[in-house]
């Protein structure tokens, strides 16, 4: 018997709504585009790739690479010709393979462009149109994804991230691997989804404590009990802002009927928790402030600016915090970041040592926030921008924020960088900043800075700020989501939609 011929591809971009920065073709490339075999070497790039590759090479398949394109990090939608240029090669590349059995895609699933709300569901529809209904898609999502008609309607297989913060990016290509590979050996497997229209900011929960612990224990145990074969359950990215819009549970199983038991039941899980879903309320930046006045217990507070984190799609450059701290820079030892190319520039030439006035913020988008400005601040660092994360989640990678500078302006230490990147503790300390000798250091991320952070930290404060991930969801400018939508109107019962089966 031939071999069965599998392609695996790859396109992953979270994406922004609210940041109006397109991201285009040239910021795929500068985190590298490959093709063919390139495609499937195992590196750091894409661990999920990594994943679903090492789960299908455990049988004696034909495996083909076609197009990897992923984005360096969240930002704004992206330029529809990215999208073109992913299926115009991916369809090019079917076309000269003929035979195929299968096709792995790992898909971020909140991707949206210039003229698409779907981007995910459009690749997908446009490969099922060429291949036909015979060939099986196992598909690879964030935890975050907005799973649509079009994404339900197209895949055989839908496995997201189990985990957030997002630890689980192999496992999660492995079980897309290994669910496609039972499929084409024959096993009757049944993906179904149930959806209820919620989102909730991306601070606010995590799925290693509270309810969401609880849900992924118990979908996790029926997994091993072997009821269900698979399970994930997506919070959709909440800066989206699509028609077709809703927290959903899809599970794999080789028993509809069990299948959708448990679907609605996650489901329904998920309508009651809506409002835990919703985080506690945040602190003003003022309040905490005073809270790092008053802390004596020589940890830092932190101030976590998750509206305007890259993480989640921001720009980056908002000034919002620094402005607020600037009266209190002789009282408190303070870390702030903003991506700034032109100040970043403006200190390179000036060097180290020199002082100067600098117009701060607002660079990338100045819709959002407005420029800053502090005078006589002191260059006191110039860098490569290139560290080594602590981790624990990327630990020894190398991550690269661009040219950057450190200024100082009485106590507070002012990080500029050509471009965000991950609030790991070393973003500040290998830049001649130490978060332990700060007593209020300010962090741009939702949940990823945490498993450095807590350790180190008298109080973390999820702040009211400004930015395109704004935590308070009723404050943005939705033109396009469904209504009734929770946090936004009360939902019931009544607008969960039912487990059903799609293919
Ligand atoms: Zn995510």
Known sequence: MDKKRILVCRFHHESNDFNPV?????????????????????????????????SLMRDDVDLKGGVYLNSPSS??????????????????VIKNLGQIDGIALSLHGATTSNKSQDVCGDILDVIRREVGDKVIISASFDLHANITSKILSNADIICGYQDY????????????????????????????????????????????????????????????????LDYTLFQAQPWLDVKEF????????????????????????????RSFLQGDALYSVDEVITKALNNKSGKPIILVDSADSPNAGACGDSA?????????????????????????????????????????????????????TVHDAKIIGLYDGKFILHGPQERGQVEDIG????????????????????????????????????????????????????????????????????????DLPYKNRPVPMYPFEEVSLLDVKKARRFR
């Open 165 to 228: 913060p997002h630890l689980d990016l192999y496992q999660t290509g492995f079980r897309a691997g290994s669910l496609l590979m039972d499929k084409l050996n024959g096993k009757n497997l049944k993906t179904v989804c149930a959806s209820v229209p919620i989102i909730a900011p991306a601070h606010a929960y995590t799925t290693f404590n509270g309810e969401l612990l609880k849900v992924k224990e118990y979908a996790l145990d029926l997994v091993k009990q072997g009821k269900i």
């Open 320 to 372: 919002f915090t620094l402005e607020k701290l600037l009266p209190f820079k002789d009282k408190l030892t303070s870390a702030v970041a903003i991506t700034d190319v032109p100040a970043v520039e403006k200190a390179f030439n000036l060097g180290v040592g020199a002082i100067s006035d600098f117009s701060l913020g607002a660079t990338i988008c100045n819709k959002i926030s407005h420029p800053v």
């Open 403 to 474: 040219k950057t500078a450190i200024l100082k302006v009485g106590k507070i230490f002012i990080h500029l960088a050509s471009y965000g990147g991950k609030a790991d503790l070393a973003f500040y300390s290998s830049f001649g900043i130490d978060p332990l000798n700060c007593d209020l250091v300010c962090v741009k991320a939702c949940t990823s800075f945490r498993a450095g952070y807590e350790p180190i930290a008298q109080e973390i404060c999820n702040t009211s700020t400004i930015g395109s991930a704004g935590v308070v969801l009723t």
């Open 75 to 92: 930002g704004g939608p992206i330029d529809n010709a990215v999208y073109e240029f992913f299926i115009n090669k991916t369809i090019d």
């Open 246 to 273: 809703a927290a959903t549970a899809v599970v794999v199983a080789e028993d509809e009927t069990v299948a959708k038991q448990v679907a609605d039941h996650l489901i329904n899980i998920e309508f009651n928790i």
């Open 22 to 54: 397109l991201t285009t073709l040239d910021d795929f490339y500068s985190a590298g585009v490959y093709f063919g075999e390139e495609v499937l070497k195992g590196d750091s790039r894409g661990a999920t790739i990594n994943g679903l590759v090492d």
